[in-house]
Every structure is written in C-alpha cells, then in structure tokens.
C-alpha cells in the first residue's frame, strides 16, 4: 500500500530524517500562504500516487506568488495517469548540490532486511542495478536484527563517503531502517537524499510502500488519514464502487470484461484472453459461494465501464454453484440490462441446473439474451476466449 510523498515525509518527521521545509495544501491560496511561511523560491509538488510525475508537469517552482498562483491552479486541474491532483506539497526549493539514494526493502529470497544506497540518486534503483551494479551499496539484516551506527557508515563508505558526510549520510540509513521496522513496511526510500550548498543533508523526496496486513498493529496511521488503500495507486471510481461492494476488483488497460469465478480461475481466464491476443480490462474476483446478487454487482461493473467492449464470463462451479451463478446473469439482466456483447462458459457444481434456469429464462425472454452466447462444459474454455477475443476485435 503505498504513500503519498506528503505522509512519507511525515514519518521521516517522526523519525528525525532532515527534510526541507514545507506543508501539504489543498487549494491554491493554501498553497500562498504555505509559501508565504517558508519564503520564495518554492517547488510545487503534485500528491499523486504514480510515478512519472514531473514527465507529466507535475511538478513546477515558483519565484514569487503571482506566478504560484498561476502554476498552482493548472497543476490543481492536472490529470496524471488518470487521477486528478488534488493536494500540492509546497517545499522550499533547494540549491542541490548532490543526490544520493537510500532505500530500505525485503530480500524475499534470503529472509533478510536489505538496506540499499547509492551516490545516482534520483535515478531508478533497478535500472542502476542493472546497468552499473557496481554502484550499488547493500548491507542484509537478519529478520531480527538491529541495524547499528557502525552499519549505517559502513554502507555510506561503500557510497564513496567520508568523514563527516559518512556520519551524517549512515544515521539517516539508521533511522530510515528503524522506520522501516517500526511501521511494518514493505519498501522506504529517499530518492534523492540531497546534499545542499552549506553540507547538509536532507530528503527531498519519500516512497514508502506499507503492509496493509499490518495496519490493525498501527491505529495511529488512520488517525493521521493513512488507510488501507489500492496497492501500488490511487483507486479509479469503479474500484472505489467495488470496494463498497466487497468485491476485489482492479482495473487494467485492456478492452474486454473478464466475469470469473475464483481468483484462481480468474488468472486464468485472464492469461488465457492474453494468450490469444486480447487484454483484460479489469481482475475480479467473486469470492466463495457468491450470491446472486453480488454476481449481478459484478457485472454492472463491467458494463458501465467504457473502456469494455466485451464480457467473457468463465465460471467453474465448485464452492460457487453455476445454479446462483445462472440467476445473478438473469437478475443483472431484467434489473440492469447489457449493453455489449457477453460470452460466457460454465460448468462444474449444478451446471445442469444452471442450463436448465438459462434455457427457460430465454425460451419466456429471448430478447434479453440477444447479445450473450451461453457454453457449458462441451465447448473448451480455450474456444470461449478466442471467442472474446475476436468479438473485441470486431467492435
């Protein structure tokens, strides 16, 4: 679960890590008085959770409030990677003079804590890692280790530190490693950490990435407005609608609607459209025993997406009954209709129940059905999404 740069920086806050001056602000004459609080020059930083902020325009500096005010509110009408800004981080600008990269993570094959850095802040760490791996420095910690001061400089000597700056540069590692363990977190970085003109050191910038499974151990981050959110980005409408739903729903760029069963068979049905060709719009996942009515949820999701110009619907009856399954397609059918064209198989526990409910139903509401093709157990699932597939293609 990822952070905004803002809440990032006020754990760093809390664990004495320098940061330049600054506050968050939700409107453009909050904005003017945060700048008016620090002084000019200042840099406006867009809260968004993606990256590629600064290629999109998302961040700009400003000299004077005239011209905040005027780069303030278009950054505040901004759209980055689909999501609206809505809260600049107004900071101090920086006279930089170096960056640095520190950064804290898990080494899931090894069972240990990594604490990373490297003097090509500001870059990418795996594309440093995969270019010039020699510029990497790594210290692991067993998983009920504490990292010590000697630690920290060690890894800032390997950066190519000295004196003072590997003193300065290997108690922010300390902290950041104690931050790490404190919140539960699966990822911490400063990129960049900067050196200013007067030697100091501070953290222009945060990535923190939290376990969301550990956020009951952690009351006091909700107090704060850090709760449980989307993974890696900011939730798109219809996955904030699936979440009121409690249904595990996430969005991708694809054009055609994958309605599964399980979450297992929801992975396959998706590597299977990609198999053929075709890109699933969206994973879902109905959950155990679903009821018709969460089922009849699932696809209005899917037909009020416009990104969507075919459901393939791929169902194995297990937990789940094909009986519920066959009713939650006819409930969304007389409560909602469809709009798009839909294919679907299914089979397993009560499919012949669930053709039997089919057959009647089309046999006293043809029109209904006008735009779904049913398949049971005879047709392989291979043919359904290559089916899908090429109805995508055609529309």
């Known amino acids: 679960m990822r952070l905004y740069e803002f809440e990032g920086k006020q754990l760093f806050a809390d664990a004495k890590i320098p940061l330049p001056p600054g506050k968050v602000a939700s409107s453009v004459d909050e904005a003017a008085i945060v ?26 500096f400003a000299e004077n ?19 609206l800004v809505e809260r ?5 600008k920086l006279k930089v003079m170096a960056e640095y990269y520190l950064g804290v993570t898990i080494d899931r094959v090894n069972y240990q804590w990594t604490v990373i850095g490297s003097a090509s802040g500001g870059m990418d760490i795996e594309e440093i890692a995969a270019e010039t791996p020699e510029k990497i420095a790594r210290i692991n910690l067993d998983a009920d280790a504490v990292m010590y001061d000697y630690q ?36 911490a970085e400063i990129n960049p950490l900067v050196r200013l003109q007067d030697g100091s050191f501070v953290a222009a910038d945060s990535r923190i990435s939290a ?5 009951f151990r952690h009351p006091e981050l909700a107090q704060r407005g850090i709760e449980k959110r989307h993974e890696e980005g900011e939730m798109t409408p219809r996955e904030r609608q699936a979440r009121e739903w409690d249904i595990p729903y996430l969005d991708l760029d694809g054009n055609i609607g994958m309605f599964p069963g399980g979450a297992g068979f929801g992975i396959m049905g998706n590597d299977f459209i990609r198999h053929f060709g075709g890109r ?16 009849a949820q ?68 043809p029109r209904l059905f006008e735009q779904i093709e049913i398949h049971g157990i005879e047709t392989p699932i291979e043919q359904i999404a290559q089916r899908a597939v090429e109805l995508a293609k055609q529309a």
């Open 298 to 365: 699932m696809l209005v999701l899917l037909d009020e997406n416009p990104q969507v110009k075919v459901i393939f619907g791929a169902r194995f009856g297990g937990i789940s009954r094909c009986d519920d399954f066959a009713k939650g397609v006819i409930m969304f059918l007389k409560d909602h209709g469809l709009s798009k064209p839909m294919v679907m198989r299914f089979t397993g526990n009560e499919w012949k129940e669930g053709v039997r409910i089919f057959k009647e139903e089309r046999e006293a509401n």
């Open 65 to 83: 409030e005239a011209e905040l005010r005027v780069k303030a509110a278009a950054l505040f009408k901004l759209t980055i990677k689909g999501y």
């Open 280 to 295: 699933p719009a969206n994973f879902m996942d109905s959950g155990g025993g679903p009821t018709p009515e969460r089922l």
């Open 35 to 60: 700048a008016q609080e620090i002084g000019y020059p200042v840099v406006l930083k867009s809260q968004v959770l993606s990256g590629g902020r600064g290629k999109a325009g998302g961040i700009q």
């Open 152 to 187: 920290g400089m060690e890894l800032a000597k390997q950066m190519g530190l000295s004196g003072d700056e590997m003193k300065t540069v290997g108690g922010i590692a300390v902290k950041l490693f104690k931050l790490f363990r404190k919140w539960d977190l699966k990822m």
């Open 88 to 92: 600049l981080l107004v900071e101090k």
């Open 211 to 215: 376990d969301d499974d550990a956020l």
